[in-house]
């Protein structure tokens, strides 16, 4: 994939920061400067970059840009006063916040609380010290809330799209963090803050990031306690391996590997490379971070980078359950939009599905064996068997509760069966899917789920016929091409829904990578 003039400008802009160059105005002739300026936006670094950029734009757009610039620095002015009083009243309530990303980097790599886009507030927190935190943000203001409309998205601009929770609650049972926590400001503005328990998938046990610490000043204020050196860095090259090889349609972001790059630039001589060492190690990160430097190499090429050849990784970078094996270069995906993003990595996916990256499906489940498997769920008191038949060229789930289950089991709870759509060409995940869900004390398939973000627009319902047996339930499959040969994808999951609102998976979510090289597989076994 050839890049763009504009594309390719964004580079030089992004190379010119790193370097402290001046950029040759010779260069941008003949530029669609509000695709370029789209782009800076979209990649987090208009703000960054702006002094580069202003003394080269064309007149027309001089006066929009710096309205641009101006209303980055009214955020930030406001994100700084609610920091300051979070970290002063942290201090007289005697409680541990640590604030992490954000205006913290950009004071540690710029000297400058303006240069990085900082959209939200981020702290990272013990969870075991929640109801202290959550009672500290209610002082400060912020009030955990969901959207009326749509769970994970606020209208801010309709008041009455907020749902305000009693406390807060995870976004999902392994999410490494909980529902915003929302502020009104004078300007009518909104501050979001979310509060970390873990580093995304990647670290889940904080203790030390949580305790190495060190101060800066925001505001006057002499209370603010953000990471030491060794665990920005680490939190740095954890969060662009998060971004660019996450399990979402979201593009990777220059802003990412800028950072990186600044950051170790700025602290060659004073970073404690033994320590960073020793964390990536005992994080297991390595692999993760030698993949990020070598696309840092690769976007940034002809810059003079050696000041990253001190950090230790694991240089055998070989695609397992953390990695995708993309077709194309780092510099190219830096630029693909959702659509295609979201196609690779339903390729992917669904190639390490049905693959031997995947021992389920080296060593599938077969038709008519009539064991009874059990189904893996979060909640122990939901005990739940299956198995399969092929009768009569159909494909036969039978499910098997216990008394206790079934007697357990609530209208807020749904069982959901998909079929994976095996053909890799197409963006979908699923071909058919059947919902369980208890109404009138029965269990019955019903047409759609509570969960608006569950089914996918065009999921055919795969339910011919649903009867009960002899205390199990028979779910009659459709069986026409929807596997790799006689191999079919499953899946067989449990939501439960908080307050009737909040989707929460049981099971493995079908949303993550690992559930993908971990596929449940059927061999149809035809007699």
Not at 4 to 20: C, D, F, H, P, W
Not at 30 to 49: E, G, P, R, V
Not at 281 to 288: F, G, P, V
């Given at each position: 994939?050839?890049?763009?003039?504009?594309?390719?400008?964004?580079?030089?802009?992004?190379?010119?920061?790193?370097?402290?160059?001046?950029?040759?105005?010779?260069?941008?002739?003949?530029?669609?400067?509000?695709?370029?300026?789209?782009?800076?936006?979209?990649?987090?670094?208009?703000?960054?970059?702006?002094?580069?950029?202003?003394?080269?734009?064309?007149?027309?757009?001089?006066?929009?840009?710096?309205?641009?610039?101006?209303?980055?620095?009214?955020?930030?002015?406001?994100?700084?006063?609610?920091?300051?009083?979070?970290?002063?009243?942290?201090?007289?309530?005697?409680?541990?916040?640590?604030?992490?990303?954000?205006?913290?980097?950009?004071?540690?790599?710029?000297?400058?609380?303006?240069?990085?886009?900082?959209?939200?507030?981020?702290?990272?927190?013990?969870?075991?010290?929640?109801?202290?935190?959550?009672?500290?943000?209610?002082?400060?203001?912020f009030h955990s809330a969901i959207g009326n409309k749509n769970t994970y998205h606020i209208d801010r601009k309709d008041p009455n799209d907020f749902f305000y929770l009693d406390k807060p609650i995870l976004k999902a049972p392994d999410s490494h963090e909980f529902f915003e926590y929302w502020k009104q400001t004078h300007s009518g503005r909104y501050v979001v803050l979310e509060t970390g328990r873990h580093l995304h998938q990647?670290?889940?046990?904080?203790?030390?990031?949580?305790?190495?610490?060190?101060?800066?000043?925001?505001?006057?204020?002499?209370?603010?306690?953000?990471?030491?050196?060794?665990?920005?860095?680490?939190?740095?090259?954890?969060?662009?391996?998060?971004?660019?090889?996450?399990?979402?349609?979201?593009?990777?972001?220059?802003?990412?590997?800028?950072?990186?790059?600044?950051?170790?630039?700025?602290?060659?001589?004073?970073?404690?490379?033994?320590?960073?060492?020793?964390?990536?190690?005992?994080?297991?990160?390595?692999?993760?971070?030698?993949?990020?430097?070598?696309?840092?190499?690769?976007?940034?090429?002809?810059?003079?980078?050696?000041?990253?050849?001190?950090?230790?990784?694991?240089?055998?970078?070989?695609?397992?359950?953390?990695?995708?094996?993309?077709?194309?270069?780092?510099?190219?995906?830096?630029?693909?939009?959702?659509?295609?993003?979201?196609?690779?990595?339903?390729?992917?996916?669904?190639?390490?599905?049905?693959?031997?990256?995947?021992?389920?499906?080296?060593?599938?489940?077969?038709?008519?064996?009539?064991?009874?498997?059990?189904?893996?769920?979060?909640?122990?008191?939901?005990?739940?068997?299956?198995?399969?038949?092929?009768?009569?060229?159909?494909?036969?789930?039978?499910?098997?509760?216990?008394?206790?289950?079934?007697?357990?089991?609530?209208?807020?709870?749904?069982?959901?069966?998909?079929?994976?759509?095996?053909?890799?060409?197409?963006?979908?995940?699923?071909?058919?899917?059947?919902?369980?869900?208890?109404?009138?004390?029965?269990?019955?398939?019903?047409?759609?789920?509570?969960?608006?973000?569950?089914?996918?627009?065009?999921?055919?319902?795969?339910?011919?016929?649903?009867?009960?047996?002899?205390?199990?339930?028979?779910?009659?499959?459709?069986?026409?091409?929807?596997?790799?040969?006689?191999?079919?994808?499953?899946?067989?999951?449990?939501?439960?829904?908080?307050?009737?609102?909040?989707?929460?998976?049981?099971?493995?979510?079908?949303?993550?990578?690992?559930?993908?090289?971990?596929?449940?597989?059927?061999?149809?076994?035809?007699?």
């Open positions: 994939m050839k890049l763009t003039r504009e594309q390719a400008a964004v580079l030089e802009v992004s190379k010119s920061v790193i370097n402290n160059q001046q950029l040759a105005a010779d260069c941008f002739q003949d530029m669609d400067w509000s695709i370029l300026i789209q782009l800076l936006q979209q990649h987090k670094i208009f703000a960054l970059a702006y002094e580069n950029i202003a003394p080269i734009l064309p007149d027309s757009l001089k006066e929009s840009c710096e309205t641009i610039y101006q209303s980055h620095v009214e955020i930030i002015d406001e994100r700084m006063k609610e920091i300051k009083l979070l970290f002063d009243k942290s201090r007289e309530m005697d409680v541990n916040i640590v604030l992490n990303k954000g205006i913290a980097l950009s004071i540690l790599i710029y000297d400058d609380a303006y240069k990085r886009d900082s959209r939200d507030i981020d702290l990272l927190i013990d969870e075991n010290e929640m109801d202290e935190i959550n009672e500290l943000l209610n002082v400060c203001g990647s670290i889940k046990e904080i203790t030390s990031f949580l305790e190495s610490t060190q101060f800066i000043h925001i505001q006057g204020s002499e209370n603010v306690k953000t990471l030491d050196l060794e665990h920005s860095c680490m939190a740095l090259l954890e969060n662009a391996f998060n971004d660019a090889e996450g399990f979402d349609e979201r593009i990777p972001a220059l802003k990412n590997y800028i950072d990186i790059v600044m950051f170790m630039k700025k602290y060659e001589q004073t970073l404690n490379r033994d320590n960073l060492n020793k964390g990536l190690a005992k994080y297991k990160l390595s692999r993760e971070s030698a993949l990020v430097i070598k696309q840092i190499k690769e976007i940034f090429a002809g810059t003079d980078l050696s000041f990253l050849d001190g950090i230790q990784t694991d240089e055998a970078i070989h695609p397992n359950q953390s990695f995708y094996e993309w077709d194309i270069s780092i510099t190219e995906r830096l630029f693909l939009d959702s659509d295609q993003r979201k196609k690779m990595i339903a390729l992917m996916s669904k190639k390490a599905a049905f693959s031997e990256h995947n021992k389920n499906y080296c060593a599938p489940i077969k038709t008519n064996d009539q064991q009874w498997h059990q189904l893996l769920v979060n909640d122990h008191k939901f005990d739940l068997h299956y198995n399969f038949k092929y009768e009569g060229n159909q494909l036969i789930l039978r499910i098997n509760l216990t008394e206790a289950t079934l007697n357990s089991l609530t209208e807020n709870q749904e069982i959901m069966i998909f079929l994976i759509n095996s053909n890799l060409e197409c963006p979908d995940y699923f071909t058919h899917q059947v919902i369980i869900r208890k109404e009138n004390n029965r269990l019955q398939p019903v047409e759609r789920s509570k969960f608006a973000h569950v089914g996918e627009k065009d999921v055919l319902q795969g339910c011919s016929d649903f009867q009960s047996d002899n205390g199990s339930l028979l779910i009659y499959l459709p069986y026409e091409n929807h596997g790799s040969g006689n191999y079919i994808g499953y899946i067989i999951g449990v939501i439960d829904n908080l307050l009737g609102r909040i989707p929460h998976w049981q099971t493995a979510p079908p949303y993550q990578k690992d559930f993908w090289t971990h596929m449940p597989v059927l061999e149809v076994v035809k007699h």
